[in-house]
């Protein structure tokens, strides 16, 4: 009983959820983390996103099934092992997909638009956008992103351009220094192109300046905000210590950039973070700022 249960937790790849957190990032921007309805409505709206991103994730592994099983190491993985069938995968698949949007359309018709957007944008990168050069990257920035609008539609908060134009530059940045990394592991073994992907090892140099360009844009667009938005509006009597946040995001995105280009960022970034302690402490010290400004 024990096996199929950790066959099924790794199928359905529950550590991605740790992403669904942005749907968080409005209520407490908003300053509405005091209204428990906000809250909840946040918190159902985790729930929904990550049943639909598991349900994505077998779709994208069945699609994969057979680059999967030629794979050194995804092979490994249920489907492509055989541990789970792929009429079983595409049965919970479906059935997971019904059960968010019935849940998202009862919770908010917002809501639901949004989830379907990432829904088909999340199938389009399974079965052909991940094979297009740069458009790949920039379909996993606007996914993450959808994630905090909907956090936004869901808790009636609405969409800061501010927000979205940071989480675009942010997430494309992040998408860029993954990419990155698997194309200078192409080029340092001598192979010519990234598998499964539109890259090729000799264009490294376009993903790094593409990628800093965005992280350096991400910082602009936040000390921007600082200045013209959040300086203004009342709710940070102590605002010299949002500044901390734009420096620790800075120092991140570069040692996230100094990794990838050496070819030693292994995990999503946002994963990453979440394993590694100087991501840890360069977090805390954001919470820690963002408290002492309020």
């Given at each position: 009983?024990?096996?199929?249960?950790?066959?099924?937790?790794?199928?359905?790849?529950?550590?991605?959820?740790?992403?669904?957190?942005?749907?968080?990032?409005?209520?407490?921007?908003?300053?509405?983390?005091?209204?428990?309805?906000?809250?909840l409505?946040?918190?159902?709206?985790?729930?929904?996103?990550?049943?639909?991103?598991?349900?994505?994730?077998?779709?994208?592994?069945?699609?994969?099934?057979?680059?999967?099983?030629?794979?050194?190491?995804?092979?490994?993985?249920?489907?492509?092992?055989?541990?789970?069938?792929?009429?079983?995968g595409?049965?919970?698949?479906?059935?997971?997909?019904?059960?968010?949007f019935?849940?998202?359309?009862?919770?908010?018709?917002?809501?639901?638009?949004?989830?379907?957007?990432?829904?088909?944008?999340?199938?389009?990168?399974?079965?052909?956008?991940?094979?297009l050069?740069?458009?790949?990257?920039?379909?996993i920035?606007?996914?993450?992103?959808?994630?905090?609008?909907?956090?936004?539609?869901?808790?009636?908060?609405?969409?800061?351009?501010?927000?979205?134009?940071?989480?675009?530059?942010?997430?494309?940045?992040?998408?860029?220094?993954?990419?990155?990394?698997?194309?200078?592991?192409?080029?340092?073994s001598?192979?010519?192109?990234?598998a499964?992907r539109?890259?090729?090892?000799?264009?490294?140099?376009?993903?790094?300046?593409?990628g800093?360009?965005?992280?350096?844009?991400?910082?602009?667009i936040?000390?921007?905000?600082?200045?013209?938005?959040?300086a203004?509006?009342?709710?940070?009597?102590r605002?010299?210590?949002?500044?901390?946040?734009?420096?620790?995001?800075?120092?991140?995105?570069?040692?996230?950039?100094?990794?990838?280009?050496?070819?030693?960022?292994?995990?999503?970034p946002?994963?990453?973070?979440?394993r590694?302690?100087?991501?840890l402490?360069?977090?805390?010290?954001?919470?820690?700022a963002?408290?002492?400004?309020?």
């Amino acid at each position: 009983m024990i096996k199929p249960m950790t066959t099924w937790l790794q199928a359905l790849r529950l550590h991605h959820w740790s992403k669904n957190l942005f749907v968080f990032v409005p209520v407490l921007l908003g300053h509405a983390y005091v209204e428990q309805a906000k809250v909840l409505a946040a918190g159902a709206a985790f729930l929904i996103l990550g049943v639909l991103v598991s349900a994505g994730y077998l779709i994208n592994d069945i699609a994969d099934l057979d680059a999967d099983r030629q794979h050194e190491s995804k092979r490994h993985r249920p489907l492509a092992s055989g541990r789970i069938s792929r009429r079983t995968g595409i049965t919970v698949a479906i059935a997971m997909i019904i059960v968010a949007f019935a849940a998202a359309i009862a919770l908010s018709r917002d809501f639901a638009v949004l989830l379907l957007v990432y829904f088909l944008l999340t199938v389009g990168y399974s079965l052909w956008l991940k094979k297009l050069a740069l458009i790949d990257v920039a379909a996993i920035a606007t996914m993450l992103t959808l994630r905090i609008a909907a956090g936004g539609a869901v808790t009636g908060i609405g969409q800061s351009p501010w927000l979205l134009s940071f989480s675009m530059a942010f997430f494309l940045s992040l998408a860029l220094a993954k990419r990155h990394c698997e194309i200078r592991q192409v080029a340092f073994s001598g192979a010519g192109a990234v598998a499964g992907r539109g890259f090729h090892g000799d264009d490294w140099p376009l993903t790094l300046t593409f990628g800093v360009g965005a992280a350096l844009t991400s910082v602009l667009i936040m000390l921007l905000y600082l200045a013209n938005d959040a300086a203004p509006s009342g709710f940070y009597p102590r605002q010299g210590w949002l500044y901390v946040v734009p420096a620790a995001m800075l120092i991140w995105l570069m040692r996230v950039w100094v990794l990838s280009h050496r070819r030693e960022l292994h995990d999503d970034p946002v994963i990453f973070a979440l394993r590694d302690p100087a991501s840890l402490v360069l977090g805390a010290a954001v919470i820690a700022a963002f408290i002492l400004a309020v």
